[in-house]
């Protein structure tokens, strides 16, 4: 059973900080990692994603993995109102064929 | 550039009902997936299908039947629809391998 854990949240952050979310996964067969924002309402949309140990970087977020410790974050610097939304962290097994398996989302909150 | 587009938006549907959900993407993608997203569970897969002509069960396939009925289009019916199936339906398209999926607008369906 593949299992994706996120705290639900909500994460509040002031304007200007930096949002630091956490994700960790059960199945060490993992191979590729995502993080989605979702707005309420709307369906989700790929901020970021990352193979490798170590860290990615694009603009202000920095998707950062550790398959040792079965953990993957995402850091938002310089974090605006506009932020706000539910983040998704997803993984994907096996080649992909059977799809992502998503955790529950971390409700984030930046606080003007 | 459509991407993925579902219809319809919205629904209301009446215990014992049935109806199809339509879903067609135009990215060339192998793979497409049919999510549910409930409060407080996150995305749940409930059918996909890796290629044309193939369709796989995912993780919540009870009360549902889906076809692929060419590389654009994967539908999703729900033979007698019950309460438990009120919820919003994503439709969402992928190539085959360690890639992100992309997804359409949902469908907000409620079961009376």
């Known amino acids: 059973q593949k299992e994706v854990e996120q705290n639900s949240g909500p994460l509040s952050v002031p304007e200007g900080a930096i949002a630091s979310l956490n994700c960790t996964y059960s199945?060490?067969?993992?191979?590729?990692f995502f993080w989605y924002r979702q707005y309420s309402g709307k369906s989700p949309e790929l901020i970021m994603f990352?193979?490798?140990?170590g860290d990615k970087e694009d603009g202000r977020f920095t998707a950062q993995l550790n398959k040792a410790s079965q953990y993957v974050s995402l850091l938002i610097r310089d974090s605006q109102p506009s932020d706000s939304a539910t983040y998704l962290c997803?993984?994907?097994?096996?080649?992909?064929?059977?799809?992502?398996?998503f955790g529950k989302g971390t409700h984030l909150i930046i606080q003007p | 550039n459509a991407g993925v587009t579902q219809t319809p938006k919205f629904q209301v549907l009446k215990t014992g009902q049935s109806m199809t959900l339509q879903c067609a993407q135009d990215?060339?993608?192998?793979?497409m997936y049919w999510y549910r997203q409930d409060p407080g569970m996150g995305l749940r897969l409930i059918y996909y299908s890796a290629s044309e002509g193939t369709t796989d069960k995912g993780e919540v396939p009870n009360g549902y039947n889906v076809s692929r009925l060419n590389k654009r289009e994967f539908s999703l019916r729900l033979e007698s629809a019950a309460p438990s199936q009120t919820s919003v339906y994503f439709c969402?398209?992928?190539?085959?391998?360690?890639?992100?999926?992309?997804f359409g607008q949902g469908t907000r369906l409620t079961v009376v």
């Open positions: 990352i193979y490798s140990n």
């Open positions: 969402a398209s992928g190539n085959t391998g360690n890639t992100e999926a992309f």
């Open positions: 990215m060339n993608h192998n793979s």
């Open positions: 199945d060490r067969g993992s191979q590729s």
């Open positions: 997803a993984v994907n097994t096996r080649g992909g064929a059977d799809g992502l398996t």
